[in-house]
């Protein structure tokens, strides 16, 4: 851009009573801007007016959208060059945006892209790690693997109800949109809430652990290595992914895609040495798979938030449906693919590392796939823990990328920060709710240990999951006529919501603990901002000069700004 940043903002920000932002964007050397509106995201914004063009005509009530921007009930539309000329935008970088175009996400997920968001994210350290943490709840080799396939089965139905709601709603979000669909402002707000500064931070922070607990392992053989080292090298992959996803989308989902087709790679080479040892006889610890001790319900309930741990992520290709094209159709297709390739890989790697090493050398190692690497791949045995940490970078990249577009699309409805609901004006890139998250992640690596957050992340997220499945069911009888381009029969988020409530009630009815109570009154809590700041609207006079230098540092505006850039 020629014109600088301190030009562009040069007006300073003002707010409606409601708390939504009216962003005056003035360009130099014009007395007098041009007011335009948009009623869907909140936003309402001045601009240097050059082409005489009648504004109102051009986005009227907020429910027409320039150049495929998706609102709730806008058609899919292919992106195309804002230059007009109809080419489709394949840089890294977008060129700027045209004169009089919306800024805005582009559509710039496929279906190849769909596959590996969902698969990058669910094949993380979960599978190298989690199947010994379920062996010991469940006392069996037997009920372990029929726990690993029910969550895999869980996690399919869970998003095949998921995406009836993607494609009625395609808002990004997930679960906050569909909330809103159902049952209004406040349920969606404790869910923006508690995501935004629990649950997505803390996946990132166990997931960006386990990558420097491999990595750093990978250069010390007789000691543990140092938790300082670890945690730092933890906080240096968050900075590198979050500056990939700042940079470009399309850099951040090629990322994403080569890193999907490493881990790949990685589980075949898994599979392939299980299959040869089998091919060998070795098959006694196969045997008998059902002896040992019977588990409780709670236990299992328990297992179940170590399995679902590893396949977490099923529900993110939710998080960026205003940027798949044609969601109709690819967001059920990338589901009904992804899912069970994830659950065949885990059945076999599970198989696999039991041809390799007994039920009790699996609970004793702390790194179930390098204890295999070191039993089957003799020199190569470094390959193990190259394939992990390439593994969980994959999943933090598709988590971190998912994380943006829930405080995107929660904040332009007003529930959070405005700032956050920013995109980058050339790169098209939701910065702020990215580098917010990836703030509150590194405080989690810096101050929190793995399996903590793992408690804590699996109990919370399901009761959110479990409302997800209500919202599909209300609203099937209170927007009946909504138009749904899949419809997932009823019996499937019945049973997902069952299930879901089991999981959320069978630990704490088990063995209780204090930590489920904190969970809760910490969802609880979000009432406290809610009712001041969202329901009666109040806005501090200071967070107008604070969204104006964030705006100016980090070079972002509203999506809904009719902004010109030379």
Known sequence: MRSSISQLFSAATDHDAGGRNAHQLQAAGTGTPTQCTNGYAGHSGSIKDVSKTDWNSRIGDGTAQLNGTLGRGTSETAETDSSGTGGMRDALEGPGSAQNDAIHLKRRVGLF????????????????????????????????????????????????????????????????????????????FLFSWVSTLVLKPSQMAIICLSFAQYAVEAFVSECDPPLSVVKMVAILAIVSILFVNCYSVNLGMAVQNVFTSAKLIAVLIVICGGAYKLCQGNTQHLQNAFSGTTPSLGAIATAFYTGLWAYDGWNNLNYVTEEIQNPSKNLPRSIIIGIPLVTLCYALINVSYLAAMSPTEMIESEAVAVTFGNRILGVMAWLMPLSVTISTFGSANGTLFAAGRLCFAASREGHLLDILSYVHVRRLT?????????????????????????????FTAWIFYG????????????????????????????????????????????????????????????????????????????????????????????????????
């Not at 101050?447 to 804590?456: E, M, N």
Request: charged residues 10%; aromatic residues 14%; hydrophobic residues 55%.
């Open 467 to 566: 409302g997800a499945m209500v919202a599909l069911i209300v609203m099937r009888y209170t927007k009946p006529n909504y138009p749904r381009p899949y419809k997932v029969p009823l019996i499937i988020p019945i049973l997902v919501m069952v299930i879901s409530g089991y999981l959320v009630a069978a630990p704490i009815i088990e063995k209780p603990q204090i930590e489920y109570l904190y969970a809760v009154l910490f969802i609880l809590a979000g009432l406290i901002f809610y009712v001041p700041f969202v329901h009666y609207g109040y806005h501090p006079k200071f967070m107008d000069n604070v969204t104006l230098f964030f705006q100016m540092l980090f070079e972002v505006v509203p999506t809904t700004s009719m902004a010109m850039f030379d």
């Open 113 to 188: 892209s769909g596959v590996a968001l969902i698969v990058g994210t669910m094949i993380g350290s979960g599978i190298f790690v989690s199947p010994s943490g379920l062996l010991v709840r469940t006392g069996s080799i037997g009920v372990s693997f029929i726990i690993w396939m029910a969550c895999g089965l869980l996690s399919l139905l869970g998003a095949l109800a998921y995406a009836e709601l993607g494609t009625m709603n395609t808002s990004s979000g997930a679960e906050w949109a569909y909330f809103m669909d159902a049952f209004g402002a406040w349920p969606a």
């Open 430 to 458: 939701p910065a702020p709710g990215l580098i917010f998250h990836s703030l509150i992640a590194g405080a989690m690596v810096l101050y929190g240990t793995i399996d903590s957050l793992i408690d804590f992340f699996s």
